[in-house]
């Protein structure tokens, strides 16, 4: 097992290099120069100011010879410094806003499974019955609707009609005045929109996805066998069937993290979270390259790590698979 | 199309459905000149933020323009970048997977750590970063999501050829001098359709998403130029007044892409009608 994960881990680094090369040189390629916004606006920025910015950049260079800086400067966990007039190290703005789209992320995950399962797993049993019908219904509008407009509509719901929820950012503005409890709801409250949307585009995929592999299972020998010794129902279904059909659902759940990750983008600037989307988002608009290749770089490293969880938790889970 | 086909496509009253909703968008697309109540760009700054009402049925945006004609115009948008999006997709996935899966080694070897990499990735986060330093215009937005959707039809082309590339129709062309390219562009690609064209369909419905949250970031179709997106990102600006820019725009979204949904799985079921049950 320790020796499967060290390979898989190793062999992610052809691929997170395959990555930033293609995400280097699409940036690079593109017309345009990220000095451009801090001399286009000035008439006195002379022809040799401009060179002499892009010096400071090492933007003169040539392209291979910045992407192996980049590297040479990322192997010692420095992803140098943000173009932004603030001039900060790349790593600490992304660390800062990372851990609150893990979160987001996480929590949304954690949702997907909570609702999916038993969704998938209850239609499966019943196939055909209203209820099915109801998630068949359900899981076609959830492929098809765009989940910002779902944003919108539940913000002008919740969060103007009635007023329920608040529609923007993590805390309120009296967050530092509040006592413990009281701070932990505000939080809970900022989080429920942002969350529940995120998890509601998954939701469909895995559900769908669950009662397929339900369907598969309970066709299966072992269930027949189950039954014929004389097990209820309900020990037929949750624990025999539903430990199989649970199986597969893991590698979907490592599927989904790029679009959710990519997902965050369009939430955290809807709902004006401060988490790495919105970073991107600020940067990909300033034409910051440092910030935009750190983002996309740990973007892919979460993908990445995320699918390696993914896997090793189904090769524990499922004794048959043996990986070395 | 023969004729089995056809009658277990029009059996499927969800592909039906799917079908008639992506006939009709076109028709709006095509007659929207005529069918718009108003001129799309014309403002009217006496009418502005105007709710629903019998003059302007989807009610009026920030600069008095009428919705509905914005919404008929944007019809034809979306489907235009659907369309050419899902096109190139197609065509390089269609290339790549045939090369992986008719000369296996290094070809596939090659061409599949590149779908790895490609699917591995916040697509989205590579899109929006392309488009913000292109320039957004509708040709970038169409090419970059074209070329950032062909993974799915790369890995289908690629298994149907590796099935077909074994069986006595292809020997039997290559037996009779047939070349490489003969084989693959006139003898296996067009057995291998059936695939590409669900996965295109289905493809089209994720387009049209792409393109929608792109304009609502502001980096999609640019204003005036109506597009879905771009009204409801008016619509997110006037949340408190004017939810009439955030409700109709997402409407027509969601009804397109479910249409073409529909259509996909339906085809799907009708092809293949072991996968009725497997869903």
């Not at chain 1, 923007?168 to 409250?189: I, Q």
């Not at chain 2, 916040?122 to 320039?135: D, R």
């Not at chain 2, 690609?189 to 369909?201: E, G, K, R, W, Y």
Request: glycine content about 10%.
């Amino acid at each position: 097992m320790l020796k499967y994960i060290l390979k898989r881990l190793l062999f992610m680094i052809p691929m997170l290099l395959g990555i930033t090369v293609i995400c280097f040189g699409v940036m690079h390629l593109a017309p345009g120069s990220p000095t451009d916004l801090q001399t286009q606006m000035n008439p006195r920025a002379s022809a040799e100011l401009k060179e002499r910015l892009r010096a400071m950049y090492d933007l003169d260079k040539p392209l291979y010879i910045q992407y192996g800086l980049w590297v040479k400067r990322l192997l010692v966990l420095d992803m140098g410094k943000s173009f932004a007039p603030d001039r900060r190290p790349v790593t600490e703005k992304i660390g800062e806003r990372l851990p609150v789209t893990i979160t987001l992320n996480v929590l949304s995950l954690l949702l997907i499974l909570a609702a999916a399962v038993p969704l998938g797993v209850v239609s499966a049993v019943h196939k055909d019955s209203w209820f099915d019908m109801a998630v068949s219904v359900f899981v076609f509008v959830g492929f098809a609707v765009p989940t910002f407009w779902l944003a919108l509509l539940l913000m002008i719901l919740f969060g103007v009609d009635l007023g329920w929820l608040p529609i923007s950012g993590l805390r309120s503005l009296n967050y530092e005045y509040l006592p413990p409890a009281a701070a932990f709801w505000d939080l809970v409250r900022h989080l429920i929109l942002p969350v529940g949307i995120s998890a509601f585009g998954g939701l469909a995929g895995l559900s769908r996805y669950m009662r397929a592999n339900m369907l598969e299972v309970i066709r299966q020998d072992y269930i027949m066998t189950a039954r014929a010794k004389g097990l209820s129902e309900f020990q037929v279904i949750y624990k025999h069937a539903l430990r199989n059909a649970l199986l597969p659902a893991i590698t979907i759940l490592g599927l989904s993290i790029p679009g959710l990750i990519g997902g965050s983008v369009i939430f955290e600037t809807i709902f004006a979270v401060p988490g790495m989307g919105q970073l991107f988002y600020m940067s990909v608009m300033a034409r910051d390259y440092p910030t935009i290749m750190g983002i996309l770089f740990i973007g892919a490293v979460l993908t990445l790590v995320g699918n390696l969880l993914a896997d090793v938790a189904y090769a524990v889970a499922d004794p048959r698979i043996r990986v070395g | 199309m023969d004729h089995e086909f056809r009658r277990r496509l029009t059996d499927n009253r969800m592909a039906l459905a799917g079908g008639v909703i992506v006939v009709l968008l076109f028709v709006v697309s095509l007659a929207a000149p005529w069918l718009a109540p108003y001129d799309p760009l014309a403002m009217d700054l006496t009418r502005i933020l105007d709710p629903p009402s019998w003059r302007h049925w989807c009610g009026t945006d920030q600069l008095g323009r009428d919705v509905l004609s914005r919404m008929i115009w944007g019809a034809g948008i979306s489907l235009k970048v659907g369309f050419v999006a899902t096109g190139i997709a197609v065509a390089i996935g269609a290339l790549l997977g045939a090369l992986a899966g008719y000369y296996g080694g290094w070809w596939d070897a090659v061409i599949m750590r590149l779908v790895d990499i490609m699917l591995c990735f916040p697509t989205f986060f590579l899109i929006l970063a392309v488009i913000a330093f292109l320039e957004p215009s509708i040709w970038n937005i169409m090419i970059i999501i074209g070329a950032t959707g062909w993974m799915g039809i790369a890995r289908l082309v690629r298994a149907d050829f590796m099935s077909l590339r074994e069986r006595d129709f292809v020997t039997a062309a290559r037996v009779l001098g047939a070349g490489d390219a003969r084989i693959i562009f006139r003898h296996i690609l067009p057995n291998a359709m059936t695939s590409i064209v669900v996965a295109a369909t289905l493809g089209v419905a994720g387009a049209i998403l792409t393109e929608s949250a792109l304009s609502f970031l502001g980096i999609g179709v640019q204003p005036p130029t109506p597009s879905w997106g771009n009204i409801l990102t008016a619509g997110k600006d006037n949340i408190d007044i004017a939810w009439w820019l955030s409700l109709y725009p997402g409407l027509a979204i969601l009804i397109t892409v479910l249409g073409y949904n529909l259509l996909g799985e339906g085809i799907r079921d009708a092809l293949d009608p072991r996968l009725r049950d497997g869903r």
